[in-house]
């Protein structure tokens, strides 16, 4: 399995900046599709961005064009450049993992707080 630690939240004003990390334990990270769920409150959880085993990317119409995922497998971390913050986007945001295979288990960070005033 995999253990997922999500850092880098925090206070934002509108149109600034932060980049979440997360840190992955395991012997295989290469292996796994890599991404990023939020949750605002009252509201339900929604995807935000993924990176496969080969770099291909995707994400939510809601961020794209301002937040970034990358990843760096030789330190086991994923990260979320969000740029162009909106007061929309505050949410607690979650690091996910899981592998390709059939009934593959997902993995969820303890999730790291993200507020963007206005």
């Known amino acids: 399995q995999v253990q997922l630690v999500e850092s880098g939240g925090g206070l934002v004003q509108a149109g600034g900046s932060l980049r979440l990390s997360c840190a992955a334990s395991g012997r295989s990270f290469s292996n796994y599709i890599v991404g990023w769920f939020r949750q605002a409150p009252g509201k339900e959880r929604e995807f935000v961005a993924r990176?496969?085993?080969?770099?291909?990317?995707s994400y939510a119409d809601s961020v794209k064009g301002r937040f970034t995922i990358s990843r760096d497998n030789a330190v086991n971390t994923v990260y979320l450049q969000m740029n162009s913050l909106k007061p929309e986007d505050t949410a607690v945001y979650y690091c996910?993992?899981?592998?390709?295979?059939?009934?593959?288990?997902?993995?969820w960070g303890q999730g790291t707080h993200v507020t963007v005033s206005s």
């Open positions: 996910t993992a899981r592998l390709s295979g059939l009934q593959a288990t997902t993995y």
């Open positions: 990176i496969n085993m080969s770099g291909g990317t």
